[in-house]
């Protein structure tokens, strides 16, 4: 059966289980884009070609299949870097799919003509230059898989229109097997019998849980793991939800921004069992201070990172669930109490230094929104955040329950995440309830997506965290740069009205006693909302330890809110 | 130093894929060599690192995470062939040439060209043999030096390539497992 290159890349994205793709036509993608009528996809036309990857991303983390951008060549393709690059720090599984300039016109700086795959060489998990139509198939096979095995990440495919306009014949391609590529790893009888034994040998261990958690759907052994050896789970900010927080044993999230008594455990901890994680400097600090008295047992499925930023004692490469159902049986059961009853203890101070637990002192603050949002979704909506203040707020006062209920650019910190990578989520997963929680800074970057949000009916609610600055460069300078407030104070727009001008609904929230009516009434109505949520403006994130401080020096929240600021 | 046997899928981009992991990883490349095999379609790198051990299982490991990369090899501390190439143009005048030939004879060298004012010699050998050749040389004028850079073979009757083919995708043949058990403790 003869079928042209555009139409093989159908065929085999619908085989691969595509049923929607994020994109954005142009001349070298045309072809492909005339044959998709002629398939069973549902399209999102973007406003801009970053939103289409980053909506690809937030599919792929709210339903952990692959998500999908289309993009033309040239500056189509250049706008998807930043999405590309977001998806590999954070190791998720997208297939973004470019036009490119005919094969004949190939290095000749023809219109519209990048080079995509050498730009994106370092940014992706691996990249295609498919210039004939007999290699559509294999390739987007490839792709599929090496984006979704091992450690995920983004695989770019770049087609010349010429290998999309000329025909072949259609040959569905066995499953791959690439030599060079081992993606299953398992380890060795001897590294699970010493890393039990160092199990069994601690008194005051701590497991650090992080993304690989949720990659590897590791929630259900990690909860028997945990519960079976009494050991307490610190997480990283893309951990979250990856262990239940109302668990007994939950600390909740390490690092720059954790809470001050799962930086202390960890500093006092003499076993770290970290799982599916990558020892990122803002969740360790300085790294010649960090957890100096711990032993240290890394399970990870990516051997590059064993040893690549805190040296340990044991490294087991696999697949973490694997790898923990594997090692569950050689760990026996234990009673930690007087460790996690030292813990409860360190938490003691901190019950006094928080916001929910102070008086309304007329101001609005963004982790009474965050607090309020949380309540009013039974802490089971799908929130997508933006980056900087308000994430980490909402990482501290949004309880997760479930694994992928919370999706946020954590290795790049890219702001402008937020707004199309919950149309992804949205689209990934209609029934679910998916929160925006962006900042006001962030939220421009890519607002142009509410268009996307009006055409294709997607029914999410945006939070805005408007506190008229660049809140996180803001509070840097406050603590850092003797308060000298360099090109972060922002004039915006009125969003809700913006949000109107888009056909969506907008609201403006000042005081405490109106966030939960806003929240509800945005639930309750058709459509997306907008609601501008106008903040507390020089507040600032707390705990924090400063860039390269030890990870036990953090900056505490003050035990009262003073108005002019944090009293530090 | 260590240097790595590192087996390639000969396609468009490998060395661009290789060098810039090396780049961007900020590991320091003393000397990259690219060539055929005697397997078709695989190429044969030879690179040679400033690192410690542990920077070189780094190496090691971002090198396999290349989907183009087959095979690595640290042969670093296993005995090895190393071989350098030189192609060196030194002044020569009628009252230095017969004293220049000497030390090309000493040092197992060979001209492969000569002219009024130079000659042209070719040495193989280690990095060192031909570093001090060099040395030697210097007092006499050198005007222009071509290296390949380090090229490596372990010993004995094994082989990098024993195994390695490349997967064409479409039909697929034999291929080595792609699991591996490994140990990456310390």
Known sequence: MKKTGAQILWESLVREGVTCVFGYPGGAILPAYDAMLDYPIRHILVRHEQGATHMADGFARATGSVGVAVATSGPGATNMVTGIATAMMDSSPIVCITGQVGSKLIGSDAFQETDITGITLPITKHNYLVSRPDEVARMVREAFYVARSGRPGPVLLDITKDAQQSSCEFEWPPEPKLTGYRPNHWPSTSDLERAAELVRAAKRPVILAGHGILLSGAMDVVHRFAEHAHIPVAMTLLGLGGFPASHPLNLGMMGMHGEAWVNTAIQEADLLLAFGMRFDDRVTGNLKTYAPHARKVHIEIDPAEINKNVKVDVGLVGDLRDVLEELLPYIDACDRTEWTEHISHLKGDSAVRDIQNLPDNGHLYAAHVIHDIWKTTNGEAIVVTDVGQHQMWEAQYYHHERPRTLITSGGLGTMGFALPAAIGAKVGRPDAEVWVVVGDGGFQMTMAELATIAQENIDINVAIINNGYLGMVRQWQEFFYERRYAATPLVNPDFAKLAEAFGLKGARVRSRAEVVPAVQAARESEGTSVIDFQVEQEDSVFPMVPAGADLDAMIRRPSAIVETGADV | ?186
């Open chain 2, 1 to 186: 130093m260590n240097t790595f046997v590192v087996l390639v899928e000969n396609v468009p981009g490998v060395l661009t894929r290789v060098a810039s992991l090396f780049r961007r990883r900020g590991f320091n490349i003393e000397s990259l060599t690219v060539g055929h095999t005697a397997v078709p379609g695989v190429s044969r790198m030879t690179i040679v690192v400033d690192t410690d051990e542990l920077g070189a299982r780094r190496v090691e490991a971002n090198l396999y995470k290349l989907i183009n990369v087959l095979r690595v090899d640290n042969v670093t501390s296993t005995p090895t062939v190393l071989r350098d190439l030189a192609l060196i143009k030194v002044s020569a005048t009628p009252e230095t040439r017969a004293h220049l030939m000497q030390l090309v004879e000493v040092y197992r060298a060979r001209v492969v060209d000569v002219s009024p004012s130079s000659l042209v010699v070719e040495s193989t050998g280690t990095e060192e043999k031909i570093d001090s050749f060099v040395e030697v040389l210097r007092p006499y004028g050198v005007l222009e030096m071509a290296r390949t850079g380090t090229i490596a073979m372990v010993r004995g009757g094994a082989t990098s390539t024993e195994g390695v083919s490349v997967s064409n995708g479409a039909s697929h043949t034999e291929h080595p497992t792609d699991d591996v058990s490994v140990s990456y403790s310390v």
